[in-house]
């Protein structure tokens, strides 16, 4: 069975500071890991994935992921928060065999200026 | 390019009442998701379509849902019966591959309320 874990529901972070979303997983199998943002009343968005290459996965706007099988662990990490990064983040895992998208209940990221 | 769209956006309805949703995914991809997103949590499977036909619906709550792709493009799902329970954002993503590794495109949502 497939499920993931979001620890954090809210985070909040200073404008220009570090921010780390974290997401642990469980899979039977080799999984597909994504993170996808979620912008008010927008759809979402493939921030990066992660299928088994390199485990240090780069995506849009400066963050990257982290694919670690040791702690079953894929955080999502940016060196320096814009406002703009303020959303609800979503850590997805899948087998790499299948096709149904297992979502974690979400982190808000709030970025005070 | 064109994303996946869904229409309407926003529907309202009274318990009891059929609704029909619907999505638009991108061109040329073969596989077609629905998921349910209630409020504060993430999206959660529905059905996925491979062309027409339903691959897998394990996720649809009970047969008042029932969802079609009669052409393999254009996909309706379709609520009868409606509760207060089924008031969420319907979401729908397409892809195209059918693998775990294939990224999924979603739609901006359509949110349904039952009053």
């Known amino acids: 069975a497939q499920s993931v874990t979001q620890l954090d529901s809210h985070v909040s972070v200073s404008e220009g500071t570090p921010v780390l979303l974290r997401c642990n997983y469980s899979s039977s199998y080799s999984p597909s890991l994504f993170w996808y943002v979620q912008h008010p009343n927008k759809g979402l968005q493939l921030l990066l994935k992660?299928?088994?290459?390199?485990?240090l996965v780069k995506g849009i706007n400066g963050f990257e992921a982290e694919f670690k099988k040791s702690e079953t662990s894929f955080h999502l990490t940016k060196p320096s928060a814009h406002m703009s990064d303020a959303a609800e983040y979503f850590c997805?895992?899948?087998?790499?065999?299948?096709?149904?998208?297992?979502f974690g209940t979400g982190t808000s990221l709030t970025v005070i200026p | 390019g064109a994303g996946v769209s869904q229409t309407p956006s926003n529907k309202v309805t009274e318990k009891g009442k059929y609704v029909e949703l619907r999505c638009d995914p991108i061109?040329?991809?073969?596989?077609l998701y629905w998921y349910r997103q209630s409020l504060g949590q993430g999206p959660e499977f529905l059905i996925y379509f491979q062309g027409t036909g339903a691959a897998d619906d394990s996720g649809l709550p009970n047969d008042r849902f029932f969802a079609v792709r009669p052409e393999g493009s254009v996909s309706t799902l379709k609520i009868q019966r409606t509760e207060r329970g089924d008031s969420a954002m319907y979401l729908c993503a397409s892809s195209h591959g059918t693998s775990g590794t294939d990224t999924q495109y979603f739609g901006p949502g359509t949110r349904l309320t039952v009053l």
């Open positions: 992660y299928t088994s290459a390199a485990t």
């Open positions: 061109s040329g991809h073969t596989a």
């Open positions: 997805v895992v899948t087998m790499n065999t299948g096709n149904q998208f297992y």
